[in-house]
């Protein structure tokens, strides 16, 4: 069974910068984008970044310019970094994996906070 494992999550003052990433336990067939969402306390879970296997990436309004999505397809991983945090930016985030084949897997979450 495939797990996705995040790593990288944190306390850091705003300004500051953190590096997610994501890995698969096993092999995933057909990936189709890899993706992190986050969800902070009383909110939806949002779409932060996504990226296609074409390689191309999509971000959500709120984190452009300071967040950059990258993929190792030989790895199975997927990173996030993260610069010029805001404590809005406060909130649980979970990596996504879609396959061609309509599978879905999900990581556990990682915590990341940024005081002000």
């Known amino acids: 069974q495939v797990q996705l494992v995040e790593s990288g999550g944190g306390l850091v003052h705003a300004g500051g910068s953190l590096r997610l990433s994501c890995a698969a336990s096993?092999?995933?067939?057909?990936?189709?984008?890899m993706g992190w969402y986050r969800q902070a306390p009383g909110k939806q879970r949002e779409l932060v970044a996504s990226?296609?296997?074409?390689?191309?990436?999509d971000y959500a309004d709120s984190v452009k310019g300071r967040f950059t999505i990258s993929r190792d397809n030989a790895k199975n991983t997927v990173h996030l970094q993260m610069n010029s945090l805001k404590p809005e930016d406060t909130a649980v985030y979970y990596c996504?994996?879609?396959?061609?084949?309509?599978?879905?897997?999900w990581g556990q979450g990682t915590q990341v906070t940024v005081s002000s």
């Open positions: 096993g092999r995933v067939f057909g990936i189709r984008a």
């Open positions: 990226i296609a296997s074409g390689d191309s990436k």
């Open positions: 996504n994996f879609q396959t061609y084949f309509r599978d879905e897997y």
